[in-house]
């Protein structure tokens, strides 16, 4: 699919995923407040032509599709400067979560998901969740042994969850549930913390759940 894609952070998440999305047949605009860092040079050079990494504002505004790929700390800073002209209706997919792992992994928002604070920041545009359930090391085509995992989607808008549906399945995603509105984030963020928690408790990093069928 010929498509341009923002992503509004380039950590791990950010250049797996944009690197993931290039391979897919997609153009690709990772951000950073420095987007002129030296430590950026290897991933462009991977990408080629197919991507570059630029200011926030600047892959907001190059991406008809938008992934938030920011660490919690930073993410409603990041959001709240970009000029909402820039995501106004577009779909903006959330890929992040809010944990204490302190004394334990358990999430930091309680009554509320990451989710639907990026969409009252962006009232005009189209929020959508999924991905936050898998580190960074599965998100793109996931291979296990013991058959095909499980990826959720969540938001208000249908054409929107469309879009993320393609995308997912051009990531590698064989399986996706649409849970419902976005205040069903929640569910996933919590299905995160399961998932975190599961994989300490069996030493099995890098693991998925998966819905297993009669």
Same mark, same amino acid.
């Given at each position: 699919m010929?498509?341009?894609?923002?992503i509004l952070?380039?950590?791990n998440?950010?250049?797996? $995923?944009? &690197?993931g999305?290039?391979t897919?047949g997609?153009?690709v605009l990772i %951000? %950073?407040?420095? +987007?002129?860092? +030296?430590?950026? @040079?290897?991933?462009?050079?991977e !990408?080629? &032509?197919s991507?570059?990494i630029?200011? @926030?504002?600047?892959?907001?505004?190059?991406g008809e *599709? #938008?992934?938030?790929a920011l660490p919690?700390?930073?993410l409603?800073?990041v959001?709240?400067?970009i000029d909402? !002209?820039?995501l106004?209706n577009?779909?903006v997919i959330?890929?992040s979560?809010? !944990?204490?792992f302190d004394n334990g +992994?358990? $999430?930091q928002?309680v009554?509320?998901?990451?989710?639907? #604070?990026?969409?009252q920041l962006? /009232?005009? %545009?189209?929020v959508v969740?999924?991905?936050n359930?898998?580190?960074d090391?599965i998100? #793109?085509?996931p291979? @296990?042994?013991?058959?095909?995992?499980?990826?959720f989607?969540?938001?208000n808008?249908t054409s929107?969850k469309?879009q !993320?549906?393609?995308?997912?399945?051009?990531?590698?995603w /064989?399986?996706?549930?649409d849970l419902?509105?976005?205040?069903?984030?929640r569910?996933q963020e919590? #299905?995160?913390?399961?998932?975190? *928690?599961?994989?300490?408790q069996?030493?099995? +990093?890098? %693991?998925a @759940?998966?819905l297993?069928?009669?």
């Open positions: 010929s498509m341009n894609i923002g952070g380039a950590g998440v950010g250049k797996i $995923l944009g &690197k999305l290039v897919a997609y153009q %951000s %950073s407040r420095e +987007p002129h860092d +030296p430590k950026h @040079f290897t991933w462009k050079q !990408v080629g &032509k991507g570059d630029a200011s @926030f504002n600047e892959a907001a505004l190059f *599709i #938008i992934i938030v919690w700390s930073c409603k800073e959001v709240e400067a909402p !002209v820039y106004q577009k779909t959330d890929v979560n809010a !944990v204490h +992994p358990r $999430l928002l009554d509320r998901s990451v989710a639907e #604070i990026i969409q962006l /009232p005009e %545009s189209h969740k999924t991905l359930t898998v580190s090391k998100m #793109i085509y291979k @296990f042994r013991e058959g095909s995992p499980i990826m989607i969540s938001g808008n929107s469309n !993320v549906n393609s995308l997912l399945k051009d990531l590698g /064989p399986l996706i549930v419902g509105d976005i205040r069903q984030s569910l919590s #299905i995160m913390l399961a998932c975190v *928690i599961s994989e300490n069996l030493q099995s +990093p890098g %693991s @759940f998966a297993l069928r009669h």
